[in-house]
């Protein structure tokens, strides 16, 4: 067995089952007790009330729920929490807050990233996450030379936030923002 | 979602002898497919077995000159692993082609292999549909079939395998490696896989209940331009209606398969003699036994298309 989780018991039971999990979110260490069936978007949401992560879909198809778990983007919403025990894992409250804004969160209010916000928090995450794959060099679909070194281009950033959808439309200008904050960087 | 016991054991053997001695347990591993299935009651496991303990996430060649490729190992590190990049073009195109980046990062190579359909009488649990509840029927059959099989299906089912991966890896002649809950290992061939649905469709592939699948082996590079085209609704993030994964050389001999039209990646290498003659002559081969329904009929001519678009490419 691996972690604090011990198998319960086989029999059919209808009961919630509680599990101790433990893992840290935006630098801080947090130890719940959750509902098996609890998704790591609920957990931050609910529990630990770090509202920033929407829920949109709940179904892993909008993107809004978009956090950094090991340095790497995933949906919370299709994720067990109980199954991320010691995972490092950042929401948008930890990329940034109003007096230290994140370049990339800087970037979305210049560039006007976003009108109803609803998915504003998701992008961003997922846009921190997609200029990072791109300079660890993995391709996407619109990479013309697999082999190659993946530039940061329009057409691989459409590409790479397709799991993001904006139902405002503000995807011209998340693409300005995200190719800004990659400009800054290089 | 049901409620569920859960447990995140150390070994293959011991992940696979939980799942046969529980009633109604099942594997997870990155749960993108699985999760959504509970949240809609579509699957209703008591009793999870976690496999994200077990290691088996690593890309390894093999002594032939192939790659075996670890249960874990994500969709993303695949796709960008050097060799596969370089050696087996078709499948990082078609993983690249799946999903979105967030899914990517999480989906694992064989649970890639075991997503279900997306059938859309599948997911409404109002429909009928053998394959989620066996014996209820076929919604699909006059219903909404656009995106569904045009063969190899049956009375009973006429769903597809949603994946891109799996088309690739049938192209590829790729081998399935498990052990069951008793520690005994064997190897499927991608081909036996996946099931055609018959009269029961609720069973997807040909595993044994509680076999966990370790690996998936690769024989070693086929020469040749590697190829996965996918045609769907939008430009990114959507299922195909009709895939194409090939390996041709540009007088247009290779091997293809394609996705989005059956139950499994379709493949008929008795076809593929007559590649360089052009796409015609190998789709009448490989759908002479096609059964499209009114609204999916489109997917022969957009099969023929995809592949002469295919073989173009394979020219240049």
């Not at chain 2, 293809?256 to 190998?282: I, M, N, T, Y």
Request: aromatic share 4%.
């Amino acid at each position: 067995m691996v972690g604090a989780i011990a198998p319960a018991a086989a029999a059919r039971t209808d009961e919630p089952v509680l599990v101790k999990v433990t893992f840290t979110v935006n630098g801080q260490r947090r130890d719940l007790e959750l509902d098996t069936r609890t998704s790591l978007l609920d957990a931050t949401r609910e529990h630990l009330h770090l509202t920033g992560s929407k829920k949109g879909c709940d179904h892993g198809q909008c993107g809004a729920c978009t956090m950094i778990v090991d340095g790497r983007r995933i949906n919370a919403c299709l994720t067990l929490a109980i199954m991320h025990q010691g995972a490092e894992i950042t929401t948008i409250e930890g990329l940034g807050g109003p007096d230290n804004l994140h370049p990339m969160q800087a970037a979305f209010v210049k560039h006007d990233g976003y009108q109803c916000g609803y998915c504003t928090p998701g992008q961003i995450c997922s846009g921190v996450a997609v200029l990072e794959e791109i300079k660890a060099g993995i391709p996407s679909h619109v990479t013309a030379n697999l082999e190659a070194t993946p530039q940061i281009t329009e057409a691989e950033i459409r590409e790479r936030m397709s799991g993001n959808i904006c139902r405002c439309g503000a995807y011209s200008n998340i693409v300005e923002a995200m190719t800004e904050v990659a400009g800054a960087r290089a | 979602m049901k409620s569920f016991t859960y447990e995140r054991p150390s070994t293959p053997a011991e992940a696979a002898a939980a799942v046969g001695r529980t009633p109604e347990a099942k594997f997870i591993a990155g749960g993108t497919n699985l999760l959504d299935l509970m949240k809609l009651q579509i699957e209703t496991p008591r009793h999870l077995v976690d496999v994200n303990g077990l290691g088996l996430d690593t890309v390894e060649p093999t002594d032939d000159g192939g790659l075996r490729i670890g249960a874990l190992v994500r969709n993303t590190d695949l796709a960008a692993h050097p060799r596969v990049r370089k050696d087996y073009g078709v499948l990082a195109r078609a993983l690249l082609a799946g999903a979105s980046g967030q899914l990517r990062n999480k989906a694992t190579t064989a649970g890639n292999l075991l997503q279900r359909t997306r059938c859309p009488y599948f997911y409404d649990t109002a429909q009928a549909c053998n394959k989620r509840q066996p014996g209820s029927g076929c919604s699909a059959l006059d219903g909404v079939s656009r995106q569904l099989a045009v063969i190899g299906g049956s009375d009973a089912c006429i769903a597809t395998h949603p994946g891109d991966m799996a088309v690739a890896m049938r192209v590829l002649d790729a081998t399935v490696e498990t052990v069951d809950g008793v520690g005994a290992a064997r190897t499927i061939p991608i081909a036996e896989f996946h099931r055609l649905p018959g009269d029961d469709p609720a069973r997807d592939t040909n595993l044994q209940p509680g076999e966990l699948i370790t690996a998936v082996t690769l024989p070693k590079p086929v020469a040749g331009t590697h190829i996965y085209r996918k045609v769907r609704d939008r430009a990114s993030y959507a299922y195909a209606l009709v895939s194409v994964a090939a390996i041709l050389s540009k007088d247009g001999s290779g091997h293809v398969a394609f996705g989005g039209v059956a139950h499994k990646p379709w493949r008929v290498e008795a076809a593929e003699a007559d590649l360089p003659k052009g796409a015609k002559a190998v789709t009448q081969q490989v759908f002479a036994d096609a059964k499209p329904t009114h609204e999916n009929a489109y997917k022969l001519t957009l099969a023929e298309r995809t592949l002469g678009a295919a073989l173009n490419q394979a020219r240049v």
